[in-house]
T-cell receptor
Framework: EAQVTQNPRYLITVTGKKLTVTCSQN?????MSWYRQDPGLGLRQIYY???????DKGDVPEGYKVSRKEKRNFPLILESPSPNQTSLYFC?????????????????FGSGTRLTVV | AQSVSQHNHHVILSEAASLELGCNYS??????LFWYVQYPGQHLQLLLK??????LVKGIKGFEAEFVKSKFSFNLRKPSVQWSDTAEYFC??????????FGRGTSLIVHP
């Protein structure tokens, strides 16, 4: 089944303790992205990746890191989490950012990771 | 820069009522437009998308949206909602940049 898999689904951690949220897709998608979803703010993009070893900042990258060493994986790293990073996080992937005539196909989203930093 | 605005933050309807959710975008060139739905406790799923051609786009679950270029709008419609349509709905636009921009979402509650 074609899907984007995120782990863990729920995580409670303490301020300053490094954590990684994993994201893996099995659709050979080039484009992957991380969003955070907060009430009243919708989805805000944290980082995105056009392809292996190609990553760039989204709208709210502060406090986050990403890597794209393999096409299928795009982990989100919080080196020193803080309470304002408490949020619902979604990983998403898409076939390509630049398809025919520059189209971006719709995303496939992961199931989300609810992170609480105390 | 591109932006998208969803005017209705919360909508409450009774079953069988008609639905229209507003979405306006700002971008001067060619755009790709999307509507996503997020059911309670679940991830976002693509409802429908517009790339080019017929401005009336039909999606899953009886939803449709109309791209009106002169109004920079892409409103979502359904003639008769069901209780199971209770969800949050997000409009998204992709213009010249690689990054799609999402609206803040509209929460729809349908009373049985």
């Amino acid at each position: 089944e074609a899907q984007v898999t995120q782990n863990p689904r729920y995580l409670i951690t303490v301020t300053g303790k490094k954590l990684t949220v994993t994201c893996s897709q099995n659709m050979n998608h080039e484009y992957m992205s991380w969003y955070r979803q907060d009430p009243g703010l919708g989805l805000r993009q944290i980082y995105y990746s056009m392809n292996v070893e190609v990553t760039d900042k989204g709208d709210v990258p502060e406090g986050y890191k990403v890597s794209r060493k393999e096409k299928r994986n795009f982990p989100l790293i919080l080196e020193s989490p803080s309470p304002n990073q408490t949020s619902l996080y979604f990983c998403a992937s898409s076939l390509g950012a630049l398809g025919r005539r520059g189209r971006l196909d719709g995303y496939t989203f992961g199931s989300g990771t609810r992170l609480t930093v105390v | 820069a591109q932006s998208v605005s969803q005017h209705n933050h919360h909508v409450i309807l009774s079953e069988a009522a008609s639905l229209e959710l507003g979405c306006n975008y700002s971008y001067g060139g060619t755009v790709n437009l999307f509507w996503y739905v997020q059911y309670p406790g679940q991830h976002l799923q693509l409802l429908l998308k517009y790339f080019s051609g017929d401005p009336l786009v039909k999606g899953i679950k009886g939803f449709e949206a109309e791209f009106v270029k002169s109004k920079f709008s892409f409103n979502l419609r359904k003639p008769s909602v069901q209780w199971s349509d209770t969800a949050e709905y997000f409009c998204a636009v992709k213009g010249g940049s690689y990054i799609p921009t999402f609206g803040r979402g509209t929460s729809l509650i349908v009373h049985p």
